[in-house]
């Protein structure tokens, strides 16, 4: 068996499911979310535990076996405490704001880049002031936040696509977790 698709999901008592024919649906205090199972995995829901089961030991099944059970397992957690990205935007004249729908990002190029913020999403942009002695490493700080994982982390991969970091300042859009080495320059320069 599958060691991902055997572990039990249990629901919290403000999560609730719903199994019509292939369909499941997860409702909780955030959202609600459904998923249509693929053909041969079935669910089993006793006691707030959520069993996902399986037609046969076949290649294929197994592969969606643990799938299926990972994707609902994110349903459970997003519907009732959501996902979170955070994205740090580093370079002097680089910054990000909300302008309606869209993320208006100014990354260093002749012209600023419009991103449409998927319907789900809440999208915080938060310029970080300058301090007077010190310098801050960061000019500002966009927060993304959804109760669908995936498109959490799709919207968050597309902004960093727009400017990824540099290996020799630094400079771009990187993950708050994100650690980039940072390359020597020129040896020969003094």
């Given at each position: ?6 572990a ?7 999560v609730?499911?719903k199994i019509?024919d292939n369909?499941?649906t997860?409702k909780?205090?955030?959202g ?6 693929m053909?041969?995995i ?7 535990v959520?069993?996902v089961?399986?037609l046969d030991?076949?290649k294929n ?5 643990g799938?299926?059970r ?8 997003g519907v009732s405490e959501g996902?979170?990205?955070t994205?740090h935007?580093?370079?002097t ?15 260093g190029f002749?012209?600023?880049i419009?991103l449409?913020v ?5 999208v915080?942009?938060?310029p ?12 500002s700080i966009i ?10 982390g799709?919207f968050?991969?597309?902004v ?6 540099e ?6 859009v990187?993950?708050?977790d994100?650690?980039v080495t940072?390359k020597?320059g020129?040896?020969?320069s003094?």
């Amino acid at each position: 068996m599958s060691r991902i698709g055997k572990a039990p999901i249990k629901l919290s008592s403000d999560v609730s499911v719903k199994i019509e024919d292939n369909t499941i649906t997860v409702k909780g205090k955030l959202g609600e979310l459904s998923y249509n199972l693929m053909h041969g995995i079935s669910l089993e829901l006793e006691d707030n535990v959520l069993t996902v089961k399986r037609l046969d030991d076949t290649k294929n099944q197994r592969a969606v076996h643990g799938l299926s059970r990972a994707l609902i397992q994110n349903m459970v957690t997003g519907v009732s405490e959501g996902f979170k990205k955070t994205l740090h935007i580093i370079g002097t004249g680089y910054s990000s704001e909300i302008v309606g729908p869209w993320l208006k990002l100014a990354l260093g190029f002749s012209h600023d880049i419009l991103l449409r913020v998927p319907e789900g999403l809440t999208v915080v942009a938060t310029p970080v002031p300058r301090s007077k002695g010190g310098r801050s490493d960061f000019t500002s700080i966009i927060t993304i936040e959804g109760i669908n994982k995936q498109m959490v982390g799709q919207f968050a991969a597309e902004v960093r696509g727009c400017r990824p970091p540099e290996n020799y300042k630094g400079k771009g859009v990187r993950y708050n977790d994100e650690h980039v080495t940072i390359k020597a320059g020129k040896a020969g320069s003094k």
